[in-house]
């Protein structure tokens, strides 16, 4: 879950500390103003972050984001808090370094979303075809007592139509789960973005 959240939220935070910064404002403010604002898990983080250095029980920011980055569990973040705990040691140059990030990352949501409508690109087809075809077979089954009576029926020897009804109930909910399947894969492919 968390995992999910970080990769929803970190193209804007990156997108949000890149204006910030750009217009001047120091990391630790860019951080502060992150905390406070909606970005979900990371600006939960952010705001603990700056919630240790106020209240003094804090390292440092260096730590304090080094601890992050062990917490952090999708591949963006952490390299965004590589990225923030890089320029804190060694005086690097963070606003480039937003921008290449916030540009692959963006390239890498483009491609999840071609990658997630080619891979639904048969569900509607699919699902038609089960919700439609299944039950009419099924119907047909059903029937086949009725249509076998008299002289055909005396040819074939048919099972009872209690059998024939109960195959035909379990065929109905076989293709109502069925379908709730194929949804629930389409759904799980999501890339929650």
Do not use: C, W
């Amino acid at each position: 879950m968390r995992k999910l959240e970080e990769k929803r939220e970190i193209l804007y935070v990156i997108r949000t500390m890149d204006v910030l910064m750009s217009s001047g404002v120091g990391l630790e403010a860019a951080i502060h103003t992150i905390g406070t604002g909606g970005y979900g898990i990371i600006s939960k983080d952010f705001s603990t972050i700056m919630e240790k250095l106020r209240s003094g029980k804090s390292k440092g920011l260096e730590k304090e984001i080094k601890g992050l980055m062990n917490k952090s569990e999708s591949e963006g973040y952490r390299r965004l808090l590589n990225t923030m705990y890089t320029n804190l040691t060694q005086n690097t140059d963070l606003i480039e370094t937003l921008r290449k990030q916030g540009k692959r990352m963006e390239e890498d949501r483009n491609e999840d979303v071609k990658k997630y409508i080619e891979d639904l690109s048969g569900v509607p087809e699919t699902l038609l075809s089960i919700g439609m075809i299944g039950p009419i077979i099924l119907a047909i089954v059903g029937l086949i007592p009725q249509l076998m009576s008299g002289d055909l029926g005396a040819f074939m020897k048919l099972p009872p139509a209690s059998t024939i009804q109960s195959v035909v109930n379990v065929g109905l909910i076989a293709t109502l789960f069925g379908m709730i399947m194929i949804g629930l894969k389409a759904h799980t492919k999501d890339p929650g973005l």
